[in-house]
């Protein structure tokens, strides 16, 4: 892979030392690399640099990383964001996800798997990019580049978690989808939430989605594995 294909990556790490440990490693792999060590700086070169993908600390000086991440989403930017972070408690991965984070890794943590966690979020943010955008099923229509849906022609209400899964499946009609490969794309990581996550989620697209959830046509049960999407859609591009 030539190096003008490797995504520009804004480090944001208020402690010098480690700034430049991850600025080093990362730049050693080909990747560019943007450093901000604050996060109100942090904030105004990601809306102004726009990197492809951000390494974003939490405790920092005048605002912290939640924050950041929040504002971030509130505004549109699309950019995956890996927090790396100390603060390692399932609440503390909750409050992230939940501000917008695509993924998270406490540290101390391996500079191999850093590296692995950025080719990851880089692969999801690839596949998005070259993903479906107007997709039809039944009486069922998908616009996932404005996150809008119907049914018989009525708007329906569906998450963006629930967009998310529904993307998946539809990617690869057919073929099995295990409930570990909906946490790791979906969720960003497999420790939080759990496998019952995935199932409750999945209720939920039947329930919008099937003339009848209980025996459903579209998104169907391997069991012990996970779900399927039984038939090819009709799929538009925009």
């Known amino acids: ?4 294909l490797l995504p520009r990556i804004l480090v944001v790490e ?3 030392p480690m700034r430049t440990v991850l600025r080093d490693c990362l730049e050693r792999r080909g990747y560019r690399v943007l450093l901000a060590a604050d996060g109100a700086s942090a904030l105004d070169k990601a809306l102004q ?3 492809d993908l951000i390494v974003l600390d ?3 000086p005048k605002l912290d990383g939640f924050a950041v991440c ?8 699309p950019a995956p964001v890996l927090f790396l972070t100390a603060k390692g408690s399932v609440q503390d991965r909750v409050t992230g996800l939940d501000a917008g984070a695509d993924d998270y890794l406490v540290k101390p943590f391996s500079r191999e798997e850093l590296l692995a966690r ?17 997709v039809a099923f039944g009486a069922v229509k998908i616009d ?9 022609g009525e708007p329906l209400e569906l998450t963006p978690k629930e967009f998310a899964m529904l993307r998946l499946l539809l990617e690869s009609p057919g073929e099995v989808v295990s409930r570990d490969r909906f946490l790791d794309v979906v969720w960003g990581y497999t420790a939080f939430p759990t496998t019952r996550t995935v199932d409750k989620h999945i209720v939920g ?3 919008k989605l099937e003339d009848n959830p209980e025996e459903p046509r579209w998104i169907t049960t391997v069991h012990g594995v996970g779900y399927r999407f039984e038939m090819p859609p009709e799929v538009t591009e925009r």
């Open 70 to 77: 929040a504002e971030l989403r509130r505004m549109g930017n």
């Open 58 to 60: 939490v405790m920092m």
């Open 205 to 207: 697209l039947r329930q």
């Open 14 to 16: 208020d402690e010098l």
């Open 49 to 51: 640099e726009k990197p």
């Open 118 to 134: 950025v080719r990851a979020l880089w692969r999801r943010a690839q596949r998005q990019t070259r993903a479906l955008t107007t």
């Open 1 to 4: 892979m030539q190096n003008n």
């Open 144 to 152: 996932f580049a404005g996150q809008c849906a119907w049914r018989v």
